[in-house]
């Protein structure tokens, strides 16, 4: 009994195309997509296994979705007289709809519900104008990154030099304030001096007055001590006086 058509697309539908130079992982996309309305599950084999990584290599696709396949090629020696002879087998089948286990629903599965397509592999190294092509490319993108690079170290530049004038301009407001602050101490410290030599002077006035009250008062007592012992000696003089007319 045949096996049944391939539900799935295929992009590419019948070959794998691996561009040089292959002294690095060289990768491939298979694009894999169910037009169906039913989930299936898929497979991607290889006759050469140890010289590529599938990823994913296998899984299930919902219906009406696809999934991206890559294939990748490992480093190796090419040569171009060498034709490839790998090939690669996508096997798919229609997902049970109580699947619980697909490895066991791989192990399961009649041939004639299996449906596979083959691709085959093909090596390309890049033609000289294509290197030429390939080197002025990537220089112009290494240009217009070094130029991006350039313009995005440039804007810090210019926010740092804004930065700094408005740094610069807080200090200058600061220095001003500052020698306000200290005008103003020493317009304060100016009239605390002249308040204290005014409370000095005072002081000193003060002391002065009541030095002279003092002395007028001292003047006063002797002058009155003075007037006191003249009237004695007189009302002394005038007894003797009138003692002696009596007699």
């Not at 539908?13 to 898929?42: I, M, Y």
């Not at 049970?96 to 190294?125: I, N, Q």
């Not at 030099?161 to 200290?182: F, H, N, P, T, W």
């Not at 030599?197 to 030095?211: D, F, I, N």
Request: hydrophobic share 35%; with cysteine.
């Amino acid at each position: 009994m045949a096996r049944p058509e391939q539900v799935l697309v295929l992009e590419p539908q019948h070959e794998l195309k691996f561009r040089g130079p292959f002294t690095d992982v060289v990768t491939a996309t298979l694009k894999l997509t169910n037009p169906t309305d039913r989930n299936v599950c898929f497979k991607v084999k290889t006759t050469a296994p140890r010289r590529y990584c599938v990823r994913p290599n296998s899984g299930i696709i919902d219906a009406g979705s696809s999934i991206n396949v890559s294939v990748m090629l490992q480093p190796f020696d090419y040569d171009p007289n060498e034709k490839s002879k790998h090939k690669f087998m996508v096997q798919s089948m229609l997902a049970p709809y109580d699947m619980t286990d697909m490895e066991g629903v791989w192990k399961e599965a009649k041939p004639e519900e299996l449906m596979d397509s083959k691709l085959r592999c093909a090596f390309e190294m890049p033609l000289e104008n294509d290197k030429t092509h390939e080197s002025e490319s990537n220089k112009t993108v290494s240009s217009s990154a070094s130029s991006v690079k350039t313009e995005h170290t440039a804007l810090p530049k210019s926010a740092s030099a804004s930065l700094d004038d408005g740094e610069v301009k807080k200090i200058m407001e600061e220095c001003k304030r500052l020698q306000m602050e200290v005008q103003r101490l020493r317009e304060e410290n100016k009239q605390i001096r002249e308040d204290d030599g005014l409370r000095k002077r005072k002081v000193t006035s003060v002391s002065a007055s009541h030095s002279s009250s003092m002395a007028t008062s001292g003047m006063r007592d002797e002058g009155l001590s003075t007037r006191i012992l003249a009237l004695c000696v007189l009302f002394f003089v005038i007894g003797v006086i009138i003692g002696k007319l009596a007699l």
